[in-house]
C-alpha cells in the first residue's frame, strides 16, 4: 500500500473547485483509512450481526462511483461489480478470496471514470440517465453534493472500523 496524502480543499476556491476538492479529501480519506492493514483486517467486521468492513466500503463505493458517474451522469448502461438482483448487498458479503488489490484497483478506475464523465458537464447540466430512486434528472452539483454526502458517512464508518482492528484514530 501506498501513503495517502490528502489534500485539504481550498477555502476560497470557486463551487466547482470547492466541490471537487472536498469529493476528492473525502476519497482520500477513506483510503486513508485502509492503509497498513492485511486483506484480513480489511475483511473485519464491524459488529456482529454487521457485515460493514473497511473493504466492503471500498467495494462500495466502487459501485456508487459507478452508479453516480455512469449509469446517471452519462446514462451508460454499467452493470453492478459487486452486487446483483439476488443480494443487492454483495459488495458487503465477502469472502477469503476477496482482497484489497482488486477492490483497490477497481475503486481508483471507477473514480478516474468519474472524474472523466464530469468533466464534460457543467454544475447546472441535468444527467442524462436516471437512478434507482427518481426518475427525474439530476444536475452534477447534485451528484457532488451526494456524493461528499455519501463518503463523509462512510467515512465515519471507517473511523469506528479502523479503531476497533488497531485502535488507530484521526479526522
Not at 62 to 68: D, N, P
Not at 77 to 92: L, Q, T, V, W
Request: hydrophobic fraction near 35%; charged fraction near 30%; aromatic fraction near 8%.
Amino acid at each position: 500500500m501506498t501513503t495517502t496524502q490528502r489534500t485539504e480543499p481550498a477555502q476560497n476556491a470557486d463551487e466547482r473547485t470547492m466541490l471537487e476538492g472536498w469529493l476528492e479529501y473525502h476519497r482520500q480519506t477513506l483510503a486513508w483509512k485502509c492503509e497498513g492493514l492485511t486483506d484480513a483486517q480489511l475483511r473485519t467486521a464491524s459488529a456482529p450481526p454487521s457485515e460493514l468492513s473497511l473493504l466492503g466500503l471500498v467495494r462500495h463505493m466502487a459501485e456508487v462511483e459507478r452508479g453516480w458517474f455512469r449509469e446517471v451522469l452519462v446514462g451508460e448502461d454499467a452493470e453492478p461489480i459487486y452486487f446483483s438482483d439476488e443480494d443487492r448487498d454483495g459488495e458487503f458479503h465477502l469472502t477469503e478470496a476477496d482482497g484489497w488489490e482488486e477492490a483497490h484497483a477497481t475503486w481508483q478506475a471507477e473514480i478516474e471514470i468519474a472524474r472523466r464523465n464530469a468533466a464534460g458537464f457543467e454544475l447546472d447540466d441535468l444527467s442524462r440517465g436516471k437512478s434507482r430512486h427518481s426518475d427525474e434528472p439530476f444536475n452534477l452539483r447534485w451528484i457532488y453534493t451526494h456524493m461528499i454526502e455519501e463518503y463523509a458517512r462512510h467515512n465515519g464508518h471507517a473511523d469506528l472500523l479502523r479503531e476497533r482492528i488497531d485502535g488507530v484514530t484521526g479526522d
